[in-house]
Every structure is written in structure tokens, then in C-alpha cells.
């Protein structure tokens, strides 16, 4: 048993007593070299042999440094989950506070799905874009289409920083500036502590967006002037709520936000240490909500972001990745000290105010009233799990395709996986519904309350972390809980593959993990306004049982709940043993 009692951190430790990956990284001089212990080349090398069809896969050592740049190395598994298909990669878009995509920047992304992926636009919990099986050969010219100057509604489209030990996508509520009660602009703030927090040594730009003079002969620049030589511990997570909604789930993030117009005045509720990985017995890994610290003014937002990521960056686990997150931090330091290095150390004027209560996690499916007096609208478009394609029945991404591209509208990306059609004039939503009808989508009110609010996330066959499917099982759990004639219950459920829980399982109201090959880990309790983790239900049950099980589960809330009481709440007020005995007497 490991009984250090102090961290392994950039304070106190050499980078021999560190990790291979917190070597890897000072050894990349700005992730621009790979040293795989044995040679140490530019990362750009083997980028040109996957290019060039001289090698299908890189290395280990080069798919950690990849990772920054918004690739991750897959294998195609097979219906047993061995790793024996071709390699693949999965890159991801980098798009603060969801968008707003321009029409330009949408049929871009739209080409690139067709050119260089599997025809799919995957929609992610974050707000971001992700490519599938995109073999190597086409790398480096989807990052190239991407990184084009196409013309934007203020947010430009990169995949550096979308993955690594950086700050990921800055979240913010899609309907911030839209909402027709109360229009902010915090996407603004969104934006400010992406470009903050934002890699800057040149490698990204050399290997990828240059031409080929020089690109391989070493760094223009290898300085990062915010995160040093190895970067953060792990992956960074900010993301700011609207008093209407909380659909970013701020008490999972590492960063989390709540305005309050005060006055003439915007203040901000300041959450910190959120996240729900853990790893399937390891007990010392656990699924936490963020902790309340107190107010901030509006024009402290991004530097106390900045702030609380420099202490994670000194102070973080820098050997044991399992236990390097920000949320394990926080509570070895201990809040009173983080609250007394916002003040002292770092200037922030942290006000012990009791804070507001968190509002529900919003879907804003179907039309609702933009801010304004201009008379316009947003129309809010369920995405089955994010997965925006073409089937012969629904052909879903012809029809958002034409609608952007008919009446030139703006599309942010929900962090439940839907999207938002923005700036639709009163005059034209009939043509929007009759497009997507043409087009087979079926509208909002034609989909079961189940269905809409439920969520997965890609699992088998693609990614690496996954047990189990998620993606293409959930559906067919959706399926029978209709054919049930359960479909119209108000219900959030999520599931995810594994216990990295991307998905946001156990803030569910009933929540769906991978364990093992084909067995489910069950929470059920969360909150409407992800104040809560679920308990656990169920610890392992095998796929073969689920359906059965989930049918049990949503008749007894059918049967049971209080008319008044959301279903977390009765999930959660009712005793597990009592749970287990009404589901499976």
C-alpha cells in the first residue's frame, strides 16, 4: 500500500519521481517532440508516415502528446470488445460555450464528415464536435479543413486543447444571450478563459497548419508561459450555468459558475472541485460535486479560473494520474486554504454570501422566443445521443444541413447533446418544420418525453475507455421502455461505458454504467438541478437482465411516485431495499 502522505507534485518533487507521461511531456519541448525512451523525433515524422501510408498507427509515447491536440488513437473492437479492427482516430472540435457555428463554419464541418470520417457529426457533452473513425491517412488534412479561415459568429474552430492535460471546452449555457427573461453574456466570459487557457507553442501550428519548409526541424517557440513545461496534472473542466438552467451541470466541472444580475451589476456564484470519474474498485477514487466558495464580481471571472488552475498545475498529483484531478486536490489542500489564496495570493474578492439555488437542467426542445425586439426564434432539435446522420428513415443531417444553408442560421451545440437552431424570423418556422419533415425528422411533441431527455455516450466500438456499448444499446432500451407504454414518464436517464461517466450517469435521475464486459453498475437519485449524485441501486447487473430490470424500474415510478415529486427526488427518498423489492419482489 502506497503511504506517502505528501503529494508527488511540481513543488516538492523532481520529474524522476514522476509519472512516464509527466516525463513524456517535458521531453515534447511544447508537445512538439516524441521520446519514446529510445529516439526523440519530431511529433511532425510520424504524422508525415500516417500521411503517407507508411504506418496505420504511432506510437504510445506520440498518442499521449496527440492527445493535445485533439486526437485520440482507437481500434476498431469487435461484438467480444477485442481490440482487433483497424486503427482509428477520433478527433474532437474545440468550440467555447457550444458555438455559435456560422453557416460557412457548419457545411465545413459537414464536408469534413463526409471526406475524412464515417458520414457522422457526433454532438458531445461538452458542447464540442467529434470525428470518428478517421483513418490516418486522412489526419492531417481534416485538421487543416478545420483550422481554415472559414467566416465565424465570433468563435473560431480548432481542435487544440479539446483533449490533454489543458483546459478542455469552456462550457456556458446555450441560451444565455437568448433568453428571452433574462439575456446575459457570459459566452463572452466562456470565450475569454478558452483564449486564456489556451496552449501557445507553436508545435500545433508547425506540424499541422504549416507549410512543409522547416516544419520538422525543431520549435519556433516551445514557450508556454501559463502552463510550463508538463503542462497540468489532468484535463481542466470550466463551465458557467444561466439562473434558467443549468444544462452545463456546474457542480461536475472542475470551474463552475452561476451569474446573479445584482443591480446594474453581473456577480458570479464560484463552484470548484467538481468530477465524476472514478475507477471501478479503487475506493480511493470517487465521484464528487464541486464546493461553494463564494461571489465574485463579473470582471474576476477569468482570473479566478485562472487562479484556481494555477494552484491545480503547483499543487496537483503528478505520479498517480488516478488521483491527479483537481477535486482530490482541493480536498488535500482543504477549502478555508484555496479560499485564502484566492484573496491573498492571488487578489480575488471572494464574498461569503450564501448562494442562489441551482436552476434545472434545461433541454429547450422545440421553439421558444430569442431576446430582442427583432420578432426571431430558436428551435431546440433533439439529437438521439448526439449522433447527427443520415439513416434511409431520418435523414437528420441533410436536413439541418439545408435549413442552416436555406435561411443562413447560427447553430450552438447543448451540453445534452442537442442542437440549437438560432435567429429563425418569425415568417420562416413553418419552413422549418416543413424541411425537417420532408426530410423525415420527426418534430419534438412526436418523440416520447423519455427518449428526448436521454443521453449516451459513443462507448463501443471507438473508444478506448469503454466496458461496454452505451451508444448503440441505449436505443433499444428506449424501444422497449415505449413499447412498455412507459415512453411519456419525465425521467433524465444517462449512460455511459465506463466509470468515466462523460455522459454524467450519477447526476442522473437514473444513471447506466459499464462494469466489466456486459454488466451495468445502476445509480438512480440525482437531481433536476445536478445537486446530487445518485445512489447505486444496483451494483453490477448483467446486460441480459437490463431490459427487464429498467422496465421493472420505470413501472414502479409509474406506479408510485408522488404526482408532485420529480422522479430523483422519489428515486432517492425511497429506501434501496424498498426499491429492489417493488422492482424484483
Known amino acids: 500500500m502506497d503511504m506517502r502522505v505528501f503529494p508527488i507534485d511540481l513543488l516538492s518533487a523532481a520529474p524522476q519521481a514522476m509519472s512516464s507521461i509527466e516525463r513524456l511531456k517535458i521531453a515534447s519541448e511544447g508537445l512538439f517532440f516524441v521520446d519514446d525512451g529510445a529516439t526523440k523525433k519530431p511529433f511532425a515524422l510520424a504524422l508525415d508516415d500516417l500521411t503517407h501510408g507508411d504506418a496505420d498507427a504511432i506510437s504510445d509515447p506520440a498518442e499521449e502528446i496527440a492527445k493535445h491536440f485533439g486526437i485520440y488513437q482507437q481500434r476498431a473492437r469487435n461484438d467480444s470488445g477485442r481490440k482487433s479492427g483497424d486503427f482509428i482516430f477520433m478527433v474532437r472540435v474545440k468550440l467555447p460555450a457550444g458555438g455559435e457555428l456560422a453557416r460557412g463554419q457548419w457545411e465545413a464541418l459537414n464536408l469534413a464528415a463526409e471526406r475524412y470520417g464515417n458520414g457522422t457529426l457526433r454532438l458531445t457533452s461538452r458542447q464540442g464536435v467529434q470525428f470518428h473513425f478517421v483513418y490516418g491517412r486522412h489526419l492531417a488534412a481534416l485538421i487543416r479543413h478545420l483550422n481554415t479561415e472559414y467566416s465565424d459568429n465570433g468563435v473560431k474552430m480548432t481542435t487544440l486543447g479539446a483533449c490533454g492535460d489543458v483546459n478542455r471546452n469552456t462550457m456556458c449555457s446555450p441560451i444565455d444571450d437568448l433568453d428571452a427573461e433574462m439575456p446575459l453574456d457570459s459566452r463572452r466570459l466562456a470565450r475569454a478563459i ?125 505520479k498517480d494520474r488516478r488521483q491527479a484531478r483537481w477535486k482530490y486536490t482541493l480536498r488535500r489542500m482543504g477549502i478555508d486554504t484555496i479560499k485564502a489564496a484566492l484573496r491573498e495570493r492571488f487578489a480575488i474578492p471572494l464574498a461569503e454570501i450564501e448562494p442562489q439555488p441551482l436552476p434545472p437542467i434545461a433541454y429547450f426542445h422545440g421553439w421558444h422566443r430569442e431576446a430582442g425586439g427583432a420578432d426571431r426564434y430558436y428551435f431546440g432539435l433533439p439529437i438521439e445521443s448526439g449522433r447527427l446522420h443520415d439513416t434511409p428513415q431520418i435523414r437528420m443531417r441533410s436536413a439541418v444541413r439545408r435549413i442552416v444553408a436555406e435561411l443562413d442560421l447560427g447553430l450552438r451545440i447543448t451540453p445534452n447533446q442537442d442542437l440549437l437552431l438560432c435567429h429563425i424570423r418569425n415568417d420562416c418556422r413553418v419552413r422549418v418544420e416543413t424541411l425537417l419533415q420532408e426530410h423525415g425528422v420527426p418534430l419534438p411533441n412526436a418523440i416520447s418525453t423519455v427518449r428526448r431527455q436521454a443521453l449516451a455516450c459513443p462507448a463501443k466500438p471507438t473508444c478506448g475507455q469503454a466496458m461496454t456499448e452505451a451508444e448503440r444499446l441505449l436505443p433499444h432500451y428506449l424501444n422497449a421502455i415505449e413499447q412498455a407504454g412507459l415512453g411519456d414518464i419525465d425521467v433524465i436517464i444517462r449512460m455511459a461505458g465506463c466509470p468515466n461517466s462523460c455522459s454524467r450517469p450519477p447526476t442522473a435521475e437514473i444513471g447506466i454504467c459499464g462494469y466489466g464486459k456486459n454488466d451495468y453498475v445502476i445509480q438512480v437519485g440525482g437531481s433536476r438541478n445536478g445537486t446530487r449524485i445518485g445512489k447505486v441501486l444496483y451494483e453490477r447487473v448483467p446486460g441480459e437482465r437490463m431490459i427487464d430490470v429498467l422496465l421493472r424500474l420505470l413501472q414502479t415510478i409509474h406506479n408510485d411516485k408522488p404526482q408532485n415529486v420529480t422522479v430523483g427526488d422519489y428515486l432517492y427518498a425511497t429506501a434501496t431495499e424498498e426499491l429492489r423489492r417493488r422492482i424484483d419482489p
Open 194 to 318: 478558452a483564449d486564456d487557457l489556451a496552449p501557445r507553442s507553436s508545435a500545433y501550428f508547425q506540424i499541422f497548419l504549416a507549410d512543409e519548409t522547416g516544419r520538422t526541424i525543431a520549435p519556433i517557440s516551445n514557450d508556454e508561459p501559463f502552463y510550463g513545461a508538463q503542462y497540468l496534472p489532468r484535463k481542466f473542466k470550466v463551465g458557467i450555468a444561466h439562473p434558467h438552467d443549468n444544462s452545463v451541470d456546474i457542480l461536475t466541472q472542475d470551474v463552475g459558475f452561476l451569474p446573479r444580475p445584482e443591480n446594474a451589476a453581473i456577480n458570479y456564484d464560484l463552484y470548484t472541485g467538481g468530477g465524476l470519474g472514478i475507477t471501478h474498485n479503487q475506493p480511493q477514487t470517487q465521484q464528487l460535486l464541486g464546493a461553494y466558495l463564494g461571489r465574485i464580481p463579473e470582471e474576476q471571472v477569468v482570473a479566478a479560473v485562472r487562479a484556481i488552475a494555477l494552484l491545480q498545475k503547483e499543487n496537483g498529483e503528478r
